[in-house]
C-alpha cells in the first residue's frame, strides 16, 4: 500500500455500508471450502503444498482454469448452499449490506439449474436472517460458448427465473469474443425483462465496450479498464453516465496494469475523468482481497478520497437493480451513516 493507513481508518473503511455489483459466486469459494469440496466429490484439483497456492496465476486464461476446476467441485444442492452462505457472510464482515452475484450455472456440468438455485437461493436466505445482507442473481453467460449456446443457456435462466434473477451478463475470456454476436440472445433478456451488463474492456479493447452498449445495450460495464484507450467513449460514457464496476485487485491478474499507485492505473484515471466508477471485488479469495481490502486500496493506492469513496458507494447503490423506493431510502440512510462515520474520525 502506497500510503500509511492507520489500523482506524482501515476499520472506517470496512465499516462503512456497501452494495456489491460485481462479484462471482464461484470466484468467491474459500480455499480450504474449495479443498473440501472437492474432495468430498472426487474432482482433483491443481496440487499444492499450501490451501492458499491453490489460487495462483497471474493472467485471465490461467485464472479461468482454476475457476472452471473448482467450479467441476461444487454438486450437491448443500454445496451451494454453502458456498452462497459464506460468500454473503464474507461480504457482509466488509460492510456489504446489498449484493447483485454472477453464477455460471454452465460450469458445473452436469448439475441441473434447478439444483443449483435451489442450495444458491437458501444460501442467500439463511445469509439474510443472519448478516441482514440482501442479494440477487445475475447468471452470467460464457461467451467463449458462442450465441447459439447463449439462447439456450438464457432458457434454462428464464426456466428457473424467480424474482431474484435480476439481470443477464457476460463473461469469460473476453479478447477473441467480441460482444455483438451476442446482440440477439441479449434482445430477448432485455424483453423477458431483465437487466444487462457485459464484461467488457477488461482483456478487450475499447470498441468491445462501445459494442456492448450499441449492440448489446447494456446498462453497466463489468471492469471497462480499456476504455482509457479511446477518448472520445469517455467523454460520451461520462455524459451518458454509464456506470462502471470496476474491481481493483482483479487488475493486478487479468490486465497489464499491476501496479495500483501508478498514476496511468486506469481506475485512477477513469475516476479523474469524470465516469462514474463503483469498488468491487470480482473473486475476492481467488484474487487475495475481499471488499474491505477493495476500499482501502481505493482509498491507500489509487487516490479515492473518502468523499471519493462516498460517491462511489452511493453510485453503486443507484445503480444496483432494485426498486427506487428502496435505492432512495437507503441512499438517505446510508449517505447520513458515511458522513457520521467520516465526522466521527480523528483528525490527523
Ligand atoms: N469470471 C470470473 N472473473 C472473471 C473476470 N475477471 N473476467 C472474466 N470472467 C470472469
Ligand atoms: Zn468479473
Not at 472506517?12 to 469459494?29: C, D, T, V
Not at 464482515?93 to 455460471?104: K, L, N
Not at 495500483?260 to 468491487?280: C, F, Q, S, W, Y
Amino acid at each position: 500500500m502506497n500510503q500509511q493507513m492507520t489500523s482506524d481508518m482501515r476499520q472506517l473503511l470496512r465499516r462503512l455500508p456497501k452494495a456489491e455489483l460485481h462479484i462471482h459466486l464461484e470466484g468467491a469459494i474459500r480455499p480450504g471450502t474449495a479443498m473440501e469440496l472437492a474432495a468430498k466429490n472426487g474432482v482433483s484439483l491443481p496440487v499444492c503444498d499450501r490451501v492458499e497456492d491453490l489460487y495462483s496465476y497471474d493472467n485471465l486464461m490461467d485464472f479461468l482454469a482454476v475457476y472452471g476446476a473448482i467450479s467441476d467441485s461444487i454438486v450437491t444442492v448443500d454445496d451451494f448452499r454453502r458456498i452462497t452462505y459464506e460468500m454473503l457472510q464474507s461480504a457482509a464482515e466488509s460492510g456489504c449490506r446489498y449484493m447483485e452475484f454472477f453464477v455460471s450455472p454452465h460450469a458445473h456440468k452436469g448439475v441441473p439449474f434447478a439444483r443449483q438455485f435451489e442450495g444458491i437461493r437458501a444460501g442467500m436466505a439463511e445469509a439474510e436472517t443472519d448478516f441482514l445482507i440482501t442479494s440477487r442473481i445475475i447468471p452470467g453467460m460464457n461467451r467463449e460458448l458462442g450465441p447459439e449456446a447463449g439462447e439456450d443457456y438464457l432458457d434454462e435462466v428464464l426456466a428457473n427465473r424467480g424474482e431474484d434473477v435480476i439481470g443477464l451478463g457476460l463473461d469469460y475470456n473476453e479478447a477473441p469474443f467480441p460482444p455483438e454476436p451476442f446482440v440477439g440472445v441479449f434482445a430477448r433478456a432485455r424483453r423477458e425483462g431483465l437487466h444487462l451488463t457485459a464484461h467488457a474492456g477488461e482483456s478487450g479493447p475499447a470498441a468491445y465496450i462501445r459494442g456492448s452498449l450499441d449492440a448489446l445495450k447494456v446498462e453497466r460495464i463489468d471492469h471497462g479498464y480499456n476504455i482509457v484507450d479511446d477518448p472520445d467513449l469517455m467523454v460520451r460514457c461520462r455524459d451518458e453516465g454509464l456506470v462502471f464496476t470496476c474491481c481493483p485487485s482483479t487488475t493486478k491478474y487479468t490486465t497489464p496494469w499491476r501496479d495500483l499507485t501508478a498514476p496511468d492505473h486506469p481506475i485512477r484515471r477513469m475516476k479523474e475523468a469524470g465516469l462514474k466508477v463503483t469498488i468491487n471485488s470480482d473473486d475476492p479469495p481467488m484474487f487475495a482481497t475481499d471488499l474491505g481490502w477493495e476500499f482501502e486500496i481505493a482509498h491507500g493506492d489509487l487516490g479515492f478520497s473518502l468523499a471519493d469513496l462516498k460517491a462511489a458507494i452511493l453510485t453503486s447503490l443507484d445503480a444496483a437493480w432494485l426498486d427506487d423506493t428502496v435505492k432512495r431510502e437507503w441512499s438517505a440512510d446510508w449517505a447520513r451513516e458515511i458522513d457520521e462515520a467520516f465526522a466521527a474520525m480523528p483528525q490527523p
